[in-house]
């Protein structure tokens, strides 16, 4: 049996044309099933829905052969024990900086102060800033991130952003990329020795279905 980890949303969705030219369709759907392993046509090959933020620990561990995950989850992970052969080129966003529009990010930088950032990805944020020699004091967030700055909790989040129609509903400006994102492939190491041609065939169809740079 091969195990897929995915996780519900923008990356199970846009992982099914992935694997329909693996020759591998959901047989049911996660947003109407209460069940957390999803049968497929293929009587080898199961889906198992898990957190985002959980795919690289359950591929890590063992309670999956393969998963599909975020850049930015991945890293924050730290990557151990994780072969990561594709950049699947999907679920495209970015990890930025945001403040309220008030707030004079750039003053601040240059003047030394030390800047209050929430975010959920706390590892990430504290490499970035260390690089650019800006004292942050690290809040960290599971959700509703915008709200940090509006309540006062927080001068500055590190977040994911896509359209910025969020940042820009709740009065909040991007003032720093840090780095592009999209979707990954990650398999178990002593997966890939244990079953490595039925893993291969998967890489090799999700491969020629990656668009090329």
């Known amino acids: 049996m091969i195990t897929l980890a995915l996780s519900k949303g923008r990356i199970f969705e846009e ?3 992935l694997l329909a030219a693996a020759g591998i369709e959901v047989s049911e759907d ?3 099933s209460r069940k957390l392993i999803l049968p497929t046509n293929r009587p080898d090959v199961q889906v198992v829905l898990v957190r985002a933020s959980d795919v690289p620990t359950y591929v890590q561990y063992g309670g999956a052969d393969l998963g599909v ?4 989850v991945l890293l924050e992970h730290g990557n151990q024990g994780l072969y990561s052969p594709l950049d699947l080129k999907i679920a495209a966003c970015r990890l930025s900086v945001a403040v309220r529009a008030d707030y004079d990010y750039a003053s601040a930088v240059r003047q030394g102060a030390r800047i209050k950032v929430a975010t959920k990805y706390v590892g990430l944020a504290r490499e970035f800033f260390a690089t650019k020699g800006v004292h942050v004091d690290l809040i960290k967030l599971y959700g509703s991130m915008e709200l940090a700055p509006l309540t006062g909790l ?3 989040i590190v977040d994911l952003v896509s359209t910025g129609n ?3 509903a709740n009065q909040l400006v991007e003032v720093e990329r840090i780095m592009d994102i999209s979707a990954r492939l990650v398999v178990n190491q002593a997966a890939l020795k244990l079953k490595r041609e039925p893993i291969r065939r998967i ?5 020629s279905a990656t668009p090329q740079a």
């Open 30 to 32: 996660p947003d109407k």
């Open 154 to 156: 927080a001068d500055a």
């Open 203 to 207: 890489i090799d169809a999700f491969a």
């Open 69 to 72: 995950t975020g850049l930015d």
């Open 166 to 168: 969020t940042l820009r």
């Open 15 to 17: 992982t099914i044309p």
